[in-house]
């Protein structure tokens, strides 16, 4: 009797202690293992699996799933969610109604590609500046002064004329009419008559004893507006072959960027941040507004109430200036590398950033600037130029890289 009992009780006891079945793993269906995508907007979809109560899904940089940047459970087969390019891994496993996770699925691997690098052209210089108007784009091309490139074929550019100055050295570069206007090192202004390519020359020209070294040149409505080291520069360029300064201020700091917008100019002056100027006097404009920034202000780009700065270590910084006389940060965002020069279109912030490439910032909400992309270019990012669905950048001496926006539309 006893043994029967025994028999019983261990029966009962093998039973209870039974281990609940673990889900098969499931199988993973979109996106593909190692596809490539042209859009930010990613959908996922897996097999379904009977009495499933939810699902697990994560995504990764890595995929060894240390750190996922997503990691969320799903009561359907399919997730959806925007990613910034780049290379990802993802994995699904399945919750039982017994509530037994189930063994992951494999890991399959995909890419967001919206921008390609489609050519890569070496200039005769060190490539600081960018400006382009179809169909050549201009390059402030270092000691090898000004380089024009044909860009009717953007998988295919190719030099269409040089003009230098072998004691100086070319930063910024601005086109206007049959003129491209240089911030040309020791020369603050160096104006070339473009009109003939076969035949370039230099025209006009600014030069002071005083010391200084132009950085970058904005022109509108025959007036030059110059960064030049420490100084802030207004030019009448009405007559190209004798420019004429209206205005001049020297800064305790380096002045390296400038923006236009109505009768207002910003520049940016690297550890003092940007100054507002009201423009309406040329040759008396008066400073009406200064906001101090985290980094070294370095290039401005200005759209409705709002500057946007490339801010050097201190990655974009968002200023409201709808107020001029009193503006006020109201977002930032770090990024890698080290914010040079910015470009805007349609809500998109291009910025280069020097060693760590091309970046692509969404302001649709200035209050929250998102990463789009961060672009591995190689070499070191100065400027950007945006036209159309092309990204070109002046890629010091690896010379002009043009970058394909290919998002799906």
Not at 25 to 35: A, G, K
Not at 225 to 235: D, G
Request: charged content about 20%; some cysteine; hydrophobic content about 45%.
């Amino acid at each position: 009797m006893k043994s029967i009992f025994l028999i019983i009780f261990s029966l009962v006891l093998l039973t209870c202690h039974k281990p609940l079945p673990v889900p098969e793993p499931v199988t993973l269906s979109i996106p593909l293992n190692e596809m490539v995508l042209r859009q930010k907007l990613v959908e996922f979809q897996w097999q379904e699996k009977v009495d499933a109560v939810g699902y697990n899904i994560q995504i990764d940089k890595k995929n060894s799933f240390s750190h996922p940047i997503i990691d969320s459970t799903v009561t359907d087969t399919a997730f959806a969610i925007e990613l910034a390019d780049g290379n990802y891994f993802w994995r699904v496993r399945v919750l039982s109604k017994d509530s037994v996770w189930g063994e992951w699925s494999e890991t399959w691997s995909f890419m967001i590609e919206r921008y390609r690098i489609i050519s890569q052209t070496q200039t005769y210089g060190y490539a600081h500046d960018v400006f382009v108007r179809e169909p050549y784009a201009y390059i402030a091309d270092g000691q090898a002064g000004l380089t024009v490139l044909n860009i009717e074929d953007s998988q295919e550019p190719v030099i269409a004329a040089n003009i230098m100055d072998t004691t100086n050295e070319a930063w910024g570069v601005a086109v206007e009419n049959h003129y491209a206007y240089i911030a040309y090192g020791s020369y603050e202004l160096q104006i070339v008559d473009i009109s003939e390519l076969d035949t370039l020359r230099f025209f006009g020209s600014l030069y002071h004893p005083t010391p200084a070294f132009g950085y970058d040149i904005v022109v509108e409505n025959n007036l030059a507006y110059i960064a030049a080291l420490s100084q802030f520069l207004i030019v009448d360029v009405s007559d190209p072959l004798y420019p004429r300064q209206l205005y001049q201020r020297v800064f305790p700091a380096n002045v390296r960027g400038v923006a236009i917008f109505d009768t207002f100019a910003i520049i940016a002056c690297e550890q003092l941040g940007i100054y507002i100027y009201d423009l309406r006097h040329t040759t008396q404009p008066e400073i009406v507004g200064w906001c101090d920034t985290p980094g070294n202000a370095r290039d401005v780009f200005i759209s409705d109430s709002f500057a946007f700065v490339a801010d050097g270590t201190g990655g974009i910084v968002v200023i409201n200036i709808k107020d001029k006389t009193n503006p006020q940060i109201i977002s930032r965002l770090d990024l890698p590398g080290y914010a040079r020069k910015i470009y805007m279109v349609d809500n998109l912030l291009y910025i280069a950033l020097g060693d760590s490439g091309l970046g692509v910032v969404d302001i649709n909400n200035p209050n929250e600037p998102k990463i789009d992309a961060i672009m591995k270019i190689g070499g070191y990012a100065y400027s950007v130029f945006v036209l159309d669905d092309y990204i070109y950048i002046a890629h010091g001496r690896s010379g002009l890289t043009i970058v394909a926006k290919e998002e799906e539309k």
